[in-house]
């Protein structure tokens, strides 16, 4: 049974959707953030970045959402949540993990967290405000491609969807607000 460590509006959230899918036994353990409980010593063994998800399968412990997650579809292949090794979709799929995690997320957290972006507490607005245009170009792309398809890689459900739907229902008053996207009206 897989043990899934997570804490609810984090990047647990698409693992936690995939195991769902999935339909497999799987038991769900709080970290909880407000104590810091992802920097104590019994959490840090599991994970040495002391951040949040952190999947067990057995002997293996597994960090970073991404990888939770393409290790979870291909163990449970047969539930097509990721494309076949070595086809076009699948190098797609890993182009839109990838742009879903080191672009629009990254940009996410530096509009969350523009205190660990500088040392200087007067360009914290300055940041934030600097985002808004950045986020909003990461979200334009999605919204073009979504326009002309159900799901990011077409008409198949994927992990990409899911942390779509991760980065998107976290932020979607956020979203809203400040982008008039018409993909979006959905959320």
Request: proline fraction near 4%.
């Amino acid at each position: 049974m897989y043990k899934l460590y997570y804490y609810p509006d984090n990047a647990s959230l698409a693992p936690h959707l995939i195991l769902n899918q999935l339909e497999v036994d799987y038991e769900l353990v709080l970290v909880d953030r407000k104590s810091n409980a992802q920097q104590s010593a019994e959490y840090l063994k599991l994970n040495p970045n002391g951040k949040i998800p952190t999947l067990i399968d057995n002997d293996l412990v597994l960090f970073e959402s991404a990888a939770i997650c393409i290790y979870l579809c291909e163990k449970h292949p047969e539930q097509l949540l990721i494309p076949s090794a070595g086809s076009r979709q699948r190098a797609h799929f890993y182009q839109w993990l990838t742009y879903l995690t080191n672009t629009l997320q990254a940009e996410l957290m530096v509009y969350y967290y523009p205190q660990k972006h500088t040392t200087d507490e007067s360009a914290l607005s300055s940041i934030v405000e600097a985002q808004h245009a950045r986020i909003g170009e990461s979200l334009a792309v999605l919204d073009q491609l979504l326009a002309t398809r159900q799901y990011l890689l077409g008409e198949q459900l994927t992990a990409c969807d899911f942390f779509c739907l991760c980065w998107l229902t976290g932020h979607s008053i956020f979203l809203r607000a400040l982008y008039h996207l018409p993909t979006w009206d959905a959320i």
